[in-house]
């Protein structure tokens, strides 16, 4: 495999693993947001 070669699959491979890592990342967060979900405070509640 010549240097041209390795250096292309390289990039695949990082740009690949980057993509399927933000992706993995972004269904946990998701997931974290419905375990616990984000309450709302009325108005009425803040100024008591």
């Not at 693993?17 to 616990?36: A, C, E, M, N, Y």
């Not at 709302?40 to 509640?45: H, K, Q, R, Y």
Request: charged share 20%; net charge negative.
């Amino acid at each position: 495999m010549d240097n041209l070669s390795f250096g292309v699959t390289m990039t695949i491979v990082g740009v690949g693993g980057t993509f399927l890592t933000l992706w993995i990342l972004s269904l946990v967060v998701d997931l974290l947001k419905k375990v616990f979900p984000l309450k709302v405070e009325d108005e009425a509640e803040k100024n008591a």
